[in-house]
């Protein structure tokens, strides 16, 4: 882990807190203005989503964008390599900066671009306006928010519907709190008191969900929401990645009949195998040795059954509950 500082490279992070992991806030978490859900209708090409296959948080952002239908509008920039200063542009090789004559290697000097004097962390995803030659968004949660406003046609779904907002609000800081960040909070703690109070709510949650997703097809029932795609990018790492390398080591996903079926519904939906790159997921987390371990053999095309609860329904951007074939 590395950051800027007032522009310059430098190897200090501040993740760490007595032994305790804390992540930083995104540096650009504003909120994203309406004209530019305009703005990516009007102007294809105008905006682009630079993320990684690696980053569960790029994840939510990448299928988002394919599933509202917004790969001809927002073009995706995927980076990855060998980490030299934090994450490469482009796996190492000069990549222009869309909108300019500029090439960068490195992912921080589009951060120092949009400001020559950044100073935090250079992450993922970016959302970035090639007129302004300025960034967007970095924060995931807001960059699919806006992505769920944008309708290119009438039958687009509504992950966020009005009516539903609040639960999915609610749902979604638990789903964060406790294990999209709580893997992370486990895995980069430094003594045992840090471990063991990151690590319990984890299997906590996932029990609960266990029980909830033993009944009905969703989250919050028949109709599929945001809060079911920010759990599935945790839940399809959780085995290959977190069970490992976070030492969440007390039970896998595959161990869990119902959260185990339902991630294998979310991952036959039309696009997001497109999203996937189990081995990129793998391998990063065997930087500098010598040996990498084989990663577990996980059949993610097993029937999942989950038709059983009927078929998948959805709200439109419309308001009304659609069946989605």
């Known amino acids: 882990m ?28 504003q909120i994203i203005s309406d004209d530019i859900v305009k703005q990516v209708i009007s102007e294809p090409g105008r905006f682009h989503l630079i993320g990684s296959w690696t980053c569960p948080w790029s994840h939510r952002t990448t299928i988002m964008h394919k599933l509202k239908g917004l790969v001809q509008h927002i073009p995706l920039h995927m980076t990855g390599g060998n980490r030299v200063e934090g994450y490469p542009a482009n796996f190492g090789k000069p990549w222009l900066i869309p909108g300019s004559k500029k090439e960068i290697i490195h992912l921080h000097q589009l951060y120092t671009t949009n400001n020559p004097s950044h100073t935090g962390r250079a992450t993922v995803p970016i959302l970035w306006d090639e007129k302004q030659q300025c960034i967007i968004s970095d924060e995931s949660s807001k ?7 944008i309708n290119i046609n009438k039958k687009n779904i509504d992950f966020v519907p009005l009516k539903m907002f609040d639960q999915i609000n609610k749902l979604n800081d638990e789903i ?31 029990s609960k969900l266990e029980g909830i997703l033993s009944k009905q097809r969703f989250l919050l029932g028949e109709t599929i929401t945001e809060s079911d795609w920010r759990l599935f990018v945790t839940l399809v790492r959780f085995d290959i990645d977190y069970h490992i390398h976070s030492r969440c080591t007390q039970n896998r996903l595959v161990d869990y009949p119902s959260l185990w079926a339902y991630t294998r519904d979310l991952y036959s939906w039309n696009g ?13 987390n065997f930087k500098d040795v010598k040996i990498v371990a084989i990663m577990p053999d996980i059949d993610w095309h097993q029937p999942h059954n989950r038709d059983d609860f009927g078929m998948v329904k959805a709200y439109s951007n419309d308001g009304e509950i659609i069946e989605m074939e």
Request: without cysteine; positive net charge.
């Open 272 to 284: 997001i195998q497109d999203t996937l790159d189990f081995n990129a997921i793998h391998l990063s």
């Open 176 to 206: 964060y709190q406790d294990l999209n960040n709580g893997v992370y909070k486990a895995g980069f703690a430094q003594n045992q008191a840090s471990y063991d109070l990151a690590i319990k709510p984890i299997f906590s949650l996932l």
């Open 2 to 29: 590395a950051m800027l500082i007032k522009g310059i490279w430098s190897k200090v992070d501040k993740i760490i807190e007595k032994g305790t992991y804390k992540r930083q806030n995104s540096i650009h978490n």
């Open 143 to 149: 960059i699919i928010r806006l992505f769920n406003k």
